[in-house]
Structures are given as structure tokens and as C-alpha cells.
């Protein structure tokens, strides 16, 4: 029988989304414009807009570090899945090209994230440009 590995807990973030974010509790989407609360089911904090799943370049190495210098859009290009099962948004910036990875949360799109899961089988390319650029 195969052992399920254990879930790791969800680290508490203090996270600053930008000037006056802090008070409004939410931030501007890069993709669709759409006002998107920091606040997300199923994860520690909010990283992508559940609409278009859209992101900012903002982190480096760790979650909520907001030490990138690029700023950039981050377009999601497809899903991948932990070995516990959890679907993470594999994102990649227009500007510089650097790839991430953001987990999904409870209220992300359903439609947007099928369209992202059956894109590699509609497009071969697709797959192949991310499978190269990894």
C-alpha cells in the first residue's frame, strides 16, 4: 500500500501587496484589472488573481520575499501536481522569462484552470516551449 506523505502546514505570510494594500485588503489584477482580495481559501495568502490567474513578478527564492527587481506580468502556462495531489499554477514571466510556481486556491476560476490542464493535449507547442524552458 502507498503511504500518502504528509501536508505541509501553510507557513504564515505578512505580506505587503503594494502601497494602501494593506488597508483595503486587496490588490489590482495585471491581467483582467479586477480588485481581488488578499484573503483566498485554501492557502496562506493570495499570489495570483482567481479570474484570469494572472500574477506580478515580484518574489525571488521565497514566497512573500518581494525581492525581485523585474515586476513583470506572469502569465500562467500549466499546471503541475504535488505528490500529495495539490494542483500548483505554473507561471512565467513576459518580461524576463523567469519561470514559479503559485498554489491554486479554493474560489480560482474552474473553467480558466481546465482550459490550462487540456491546453498541452490541444497544443503541442505549448507543451513543448514549457517543457524547454524548465
Do not use: Y
Given at each position: 500500500?502507498?503511504?500518502?506523505?504528509?501536508?505541509?502546514?501553510?507557513?504564515?505570510?505578512?505580506?505587503?501587496?503594494?502601497?494602501?494594500?494593506?488597508?483595503?485588503?486587496?490588490?489590482?489584477?495585471?491581467?483582467?484589472?479586477?480588485?481581488?482580495?488578499?484573503?483566498?481559501?485554501?492557502?496562506?495568502?493570495?499570489?495570483?488573481?482567481?479570474?484570469?490567474?494572472?500574477?506580478?513578478?515580484?518574489?525571488?527564492?521565497?514566497?512573500?520575499?518581494?525581492?525581485?527587481?523585474?515586476?513583470?506580468?506572469?502569465?500562467?502556462v500549466?499546471?503541475?501536481?504535488?505528490?500529495?495531489?495539490?494542483?500548483?499554477?505554473?507561471?512565467?514571466?513576459?518580461?524576463?522569462?523567469?519561470?514559479?510556481?503559485?498554489?491554486?486556491?479554493?474560489?480560482?476560476?474552474?473553467l480558466?484552470?481546465?482550459?490550462?490542464?487540456?491546453?498541452?493535449?490541444?497544443?503541442?507547442?505549448?507543451?513543448?516551449?514549457?517543457l524547454?524552458?524548465?
Amino acid at each position: 500500500m502507498k503511504r500518502r506523505a504528509a501536508r505541509r502546514p501553510q507557513r504564515a505570510k505578512d505580506v505587503l501587496h503594494g502601497q494602501g494594500s494593506r488597508s483595503t485588503g486587496e490588490f489590482r489584477c495585471v491581467g483582467c484589472r479586477l480588485a481581488v482580495p488578499l484573503r483566498a481559501p485554501g492557502t496562506g495568502h493570495r499570489n495570483h488573481c482567481p479570474n484570469c490567474l494572472a500574477s506580478r513578478h515580484v518574489d525571488r527564492r521565497i514566497p512573500g520575499d518581494r525581492a525581485a527587481a523585474c515586476g513583470g506580468r506572469m502569465e500562467a502556462v500549466g499546471l503541475t501536481a504535488r505528490a500529495d495531489g495539490e494542483w500548483l499554477l505554473v507561471h512565467q514571466c513576459r518580461s524576463c522569462g523567469a519561470l514559479g510556481t503559485n498554489r491554486i486556491a479554493g474560489d480560482d476560476n474552474a473553467l480558466a484552470l481546465v482550459r490550462l490542464a487540456m491546453r498541452p493535449l490541444a497544443d503541442a507547442a505549448v507543451a513543448r516551449r514549457v517543457l524547454l524552458t524548465l
